[in-house]
């Protein structure tokens, strides 16, 4: 009987191995999230440069909107930061920012400092409206159509090739959607 027991590591390096050869050939930034189809979340949140000021989900009413989740302790969220500075400005995409988890000041200086591809920024310095989306991590970012649906989330940076192969498609057919 104690013979057996000698097999226990190698059933689980087996049942292991299987775990990590089924992630072989996944895409980690193609998380689905259970809002998909649903409405963003309710929430009452300041706005990041004018404090006191509440912004809610009626932010994102009539226009296709990214919501960007960011934060300046994230270094991807500054790889990004250009590109999104190049989608807001060149190609007229409403970007939404999401400072999650952040201090409002340090904000406010990368804002001054990289400028600010943001057409509002919705302050949640707790984390409580990333909790509700289910986010894991910044950046991520979301394709948020014009009645505040979620219709796509990307997890990481986004980029032009992330642009032009994943975001604009969406973007462009929820546009033409409402118009």
Same mark, same amino acid.
């Given at each position: 009987?104690?013979?057996?027991?000698?097999?226990?590591?190698?059933?689980?390096?087996?049942?292991?191995?299987?775990?990590?050869?089924?992630?072989?050939?996944?895409?980690?930034?193609?998380?689905?999230?259970?809002?998909?189809?649903?409405?963003?979340?309710?929430?009452? /949140?300041?706005?990041?440069?004018?404090?006191?000021?509440? /912004?809610?989900?009626?932010?994102?009413?009539?226009?296709?909107?990214?919501?960007?989740?960011?934060?300046? *302790?994230?270094?991807?969220?500054?790889?990004?930061?250009?590109?999104?500075? *190049? /989608?807001?400005?060149?190609?007229?995409?409403?970007?939404?920012?999401?400072?999650?988890?952040?201090?409002?000041?340090?904000?406010?200086? *990368?804002?001054?400092?990289?400028?600010?591809?943001?057409?509002?920024?919705?302050?949640?310095?707790?984390?409580?409206?990333?909790?509700?989306?289910?986010?894991?991590?910044?950046?991520?970012?979301?394709?948020?159509?014009?009645?505040?649906?979620?219709?796509?989330?990307?997890?990481?940076?986004?980029?032009?090739?992330? *642009?032009?192969?994943?975001?604009?498609?969406?973007?462009?057919?929820?546009?033409?959607?409402?118009?």
């Amino acid at each position: 009987m104690r013979r057996v027991f000698l097999f226990v590591p190698l059933i689980l390096v087996v049942v292991l191995g299987i775990v990590l050869f089924a992630g072989i050939g996944k895409d980690p930034t193609h998380l689905e999230s259970a809002l998909i189809g649903k409405t963003v979340p309710t929430f009452t /949140l300041d706005d990041l440069e004018r404090p006191g000021t509440k /912004l809610d989900a009626g932010v994102f009413r009539g226009q296709v909107s990214l919501l960007n989740v960011w934060g300046t *302790w994230c270094p991807a969220c500054r790889d990004e930061h250009e590109d999104l500075m *190049w /989608l807001a400005q060149e190609q007229g995409v409403r970007i939404i920012g999401l400072n999650y988890k952040d201090n409002r000041e340090d904000a406010l200086v *990368w804002l001054e400092r990289l400028g600010n591809p943001y057409e509002r920024t919705i302050y949640d310095p707790k984390g409580t409206l990333g909790f509700d989306l289910g986010v894991y991590g910044a950046p991520e970012t979301y394709v948020i159509d014009t009645d505040g649906v979620v219709r796509y989330r990307h997890v990481g940076v986004v980029n032009e090739k992330v *642009w032009k192969e994943d975001l604009a498609p969406l973007v462009n057919q929820y546009r033409e959607d409402a118009s």
